[in-house]
């Protein structure tokens, strides 16, 4: 049950890590940073966590709990001092930083009937649906094998 451990903020974060880290129990979604930081504290509080969210401007405040133990250019990772708690956060949000990866990629949104307009894409990203979308699912896939080819070719990601 380890994946219980797992706690993606939004609907489209737990599809994202659900398609690209496949379990048999799938992953502990929860609705927003307070709700991820609430399990954490509460329902976790002396077991291992990793919560998976947006790196928005303003945190909750047992964020500043945590310290940075490495980044890429979107992606922070946070490590408690005094507990087996992990933070990954997305810079930009999710939304941004799956248009971001499509086009690094090459890869044309419309194919899989999503916006490339950040705000229509937004839109799309917060439907409740968007936790089973399997266009979004053929999308994270299709985002994979690109950069997967990109790093067999020798080229680096920015991620």
């Known amino acids: ?41 509460e329902k976790l509080s002396d077991k291992f966590a990793v919560g998976i969210v947006d790196k928005d401007k303003r945190q909750v405040s047992y964020v500043n709990e945590f310290a940075e133990i ?40 419309k194919q899989f009937d999503l916006s490339d307009e950040l705000r229509s894409f937004t839109a799309q990203t917060k439907q409740v649906s968007s936790k089973e979308d399997t266009n979004f699912k053929k999308l994270f896939h299709e985002i994979k094998s690109a950069e997967m080819k990109a790093l067999i070719d020798g080229q680096t990601s920015k991620l």
């Open 1 to 41: 049950m380890a994946e219980l451990y797992i706690i993606p903020e939004c609907y489209v974060d737990t599809n994202l890590i659900e398609t690209l880290v496949p379990t048999a129990k799938g992953y502990n979604h929860q609705k927003g940073c307070n709700n991820v930081v609430k399990v954490m504290k």
């Open 70 to 109: 490495g980044h890429t250019d979107s992606l922070y990772f946070y490590k408690h001092p005094d507990k087996a708690h992990f933070l990954i956060m997305i810079d930009p949000a999710v939304d941004r930083f799956i248009l971001k990866c499509a086009k690094e990629e090459k890869v044309e949104m």
